[in-house]
């Protein structure tokens, strides 16, 4: 995942990808998994952090953790839409929390999609992709090239 200052980062022409998790090894998990998959990938610990990497590298989707410190990823995602520099930016609520009621809560507080925790990597990409193909024009991730074995 690129941790580079937004100053020197240089977009590849891949989607980029915002993801906000507070474990550090479910960001390793699913960024490695979405570089894979043709997407750019920047990172976020808390609801603060997320708004001012929204802000700095304005990227094509946010994944939003909906429990985290400091700043929850409800109250982050509810300034994010409030925000005109942001509001565009679609984000799918990420939660471990399965109750009745929530993926309505998380719509209602400005997600554009939702998933529950913990999801396999490939469910995480097409619903990334399902909210990405929504916008217009859509945006799309190549898919990733798998090379073919070599007859020699």
Known sequence: MNEMAPATRVRSGRPRVLLVDDYPDAREMYGEYLEISGFDVVEAANGFQAL???????????????????????EATRR?????????????????????????????????????????????????????????????????TIPSPSTT
């Open 52 to 74: 001012q990497r929204a802000v700095d590298e304005n990227p094509d989707i946010i994944l939003m953790d909906l429990s985290l410190p400091l700043m929850d990823g409800w």
């Open 80 to 144: 994010l839409k409030a925000d005109r520099r942001t509001s565009a930016i679609p984000v799918v609520g990420l939660t471990g929390q399965a109750l009745a009621g929530t993926s309505e809560g998380a719509r209602a507080a400005g997600c554009d999609g939702f998933v529950i925790k913990p999801c396999l990597p490939e469910d995480l990409v097409r619903e990334i992709r399902r909210v990405l193909s929504l916008r217009t024009p859509p945006i799309t991730a190549a898919s990733p």
